[in-house]
Nanobody
Framework: QVQLVESGGGLVQPGGSLRLSCAASGSLLNLSTMGWYRQAPGKQRELVAAIVTTSGTVNYADVVQGRFTLSSDNAKNTVYLRMNNLKSEDTAVYYC??????????WGKGTLVTISS
């Protein structure tokens, strides 16, 4: 089992910044990728950014490329999502995800990010 605890969501004005954190615990030996998804009201959950743990390669959704940065602290089993130049369309619940090498998927409870003036 893997547990994911997210933090850092909130309300911010357009153009502002936020940093999300996700701490993983449990059986992490077979962790393959770790990252963030989001789900806006009435829309499907979509990938925001994810890091391949073995290579350090980070993949970003086109809509956040250049504005969001995913980083990791392997000693703390934590990933961070730095979000800059936030837009109203970034408003969503952001979910941390851990994908294991055997295909098991784990999700955090989600943290709400609201972009509004």
């Amino acid at each position: 089992q893997v547990q994911l605890v997210e933090s850092g969501g909130g309300l911010v004005q357009p153009g502002g910044s936020l940093r999300l954190s996700c701490a993983a615990s449990g059986s992490l030996l077979n962790l393959s990728t770790m990252g963030w998804y989001r789900q806006a009201p009435g829309k499907q959950r979509e990938l925001v950014a994810a890091i391949v743990t073995t290579s350090g390669t980070v993949n970003y959704a086109d809509v956040v490329q250049g504005r969001f940065t995913l980083s990791s602290d392997n000693a703390k089993n934590t990933v961070y999502l730095r979000m800059n130049n936030l837009k109203s369309e970034d408003t969503a619940v952001y979910y941390c995800n851990a994908l294991m090498s055997d295909g098991m998927n784990y999700w955090g409870k989600g943290t709400l990010v609201t972009i509004s003036s």
